[in-house]
């Protein structure tokens, strides 16, 4: 019996410890992009977030140095390859990832979808923005969070996810 206390005890100890380790390893921000000076914009997405989510607007200079410091792999995507097709695989790779797609403009070259989490159903919202440049065609990732302090680097997990399967997408 005394064994089984031990262990029922040091489970009870061990959980909201890991949780809290986790949680201190990651920034308490909910709001990741790959450009820090010009986020891509939620447009669509702004009409399907409920009035307790956060605000479609990005959260400023001081979650941008946050994320700098903790996440500095997040960059622009720089690829030679046309606009129409980067905008086609990266469409396809929102569907890979299992996102709900909420809306694809070629107009606008942007794509909006939102990711629900396995574990608890939280929703996080992604725009993927793509941009012809000289000769190259640049693609710029945001994901954010509409509940929570802190995403537990969930939305940085999911935009190097979606950078690492675009590239694969486009080199296939």
Sequence with gaps: MSVIGIIVGGITVYIPLSWKKTLDAHPYIHDITTDLENPPQFVVVASVRGPDDHPVLYDGPEVAAQQREAYPDLQSLIVEASVPTVFEAATQVVDSMGMELVDASQTDLRIEATDTTLLYGFKDDVVVRIVALDGTTQVDVR?????????????AKRIREFLTLLKAELAG
């Design 143 to 155: 994901s954010k969070s509409r509940v929570g302090r802190s995403d537990l680097g969930q939305n």
